[in-house]
């Protein structure tokens, strides 16, 4: 899987945002998959999972009632609405594949976007 997202821009503090990750590739709907950020000078941190079909989600706490993942199987998309964003939510946002069996609870990063990047300003 080939992954491109979209959706970052410059916003101000209170704005919201949708991030968009295009697959290429036909085992999109096979595989589960992430969003991830990384801020200036910190690590790279999973904020939102999401399993093949959409029916199971998970949340980073930072990302707990502000952040949605979604998933339309049919465009081969991935999203991440992000609303009340604050200025540490700055950062580059990347969507990832993780190719884990469908019963293992270990999960297997693969495939990543170039990233997006999105700016809060105060």
């Known amino acids: 899987v080939q992954l491109v997202e979209s959706g970052g821009g410059l916003v101000q503090a209170g704005d919201s945002l949708r991030l968009a990750c295009v697959a290429s590739?036909?085992?999109?709907?096979?595989?589960?998959m992430g969003w991830f950020r990384q801020a200036p000078g910190k690590e790279r941190e999973l904020i939102a999972w999401i399993n093949w079909t959409g029916t199971n989600r998970w949340y980073a706490n930072s990302a707990k009632g502000r952040f949605t993942i979604s998933r339309d199987n049919a465009k081969n998309t991935l999203y991440l609405q992000l609303i009340n964003l604050r200025p540490e939510d700055t950062a580059v946002y990347y969507c990832?594949?993780?190719?884990?069996?469908?019963?293992?609870?270990?999960?297997?990063?693969?495939?990543w976007g170039q990233g997006t990047q999105v700016t809060v300003s105060s």
């Open positions: 990832a594949a993780d190719y884990r069996a469908r019963n293992s609870i270990l999960a297997q990063w693969g495939s």
């Open positions: 590739g036909r085992t999109f709907s096979s595989v589960a």
